[in-house]
């Protein structure tokens, strides 16, 4: 079957999934700079998946694909330093690291 949109990609949906949560986790949090940043983050790994999809290129696709990975490095590591900073505690964190690593 193919893909037609990119609303049925398994990495789109969890991505979504993803911003979500950390939406959610974050949203008490008054370090705005931070919070700002990790939400920006996460938005981003979605929506390069859906531009790249869009490009109609298999090469812009995989090109976008690399910077959705990158973004989501980037969530990785904002999410084990605010651990660090004690705003989320081992459990959130393990959750949203597993939550990035699929």
């Keep these: ?57 298999l090469l812009e696709y995989i090109r976008f694909l690399y910077i959705a990975h990158a973004s989501c490095n980037e969530v990785k590591s904002m999410v084990y330093l605010s651990f660090g900073l004690d705003y989320i505690s081992e459990e959130i964190q393990k959750e949203l690291i597993e939550m990035c690593n699929e």
């Design 1 to 57: 079957m193919k893909i037609q949109k990119f609303e049925d990609l398994i990495a789109w949906q969890k991505a979504q999934k993803l911003t979500l949560q950390i939406y959610k986790t974050y949203a008490t949090l008054k370090d705005w700079g931070f919070k700002d940043q990790i939400q920006r983050a996460s938005v981003s790994v979605s929506n390069n998946i859906a531009e790249g999809f869009g490009r109609n290129s």
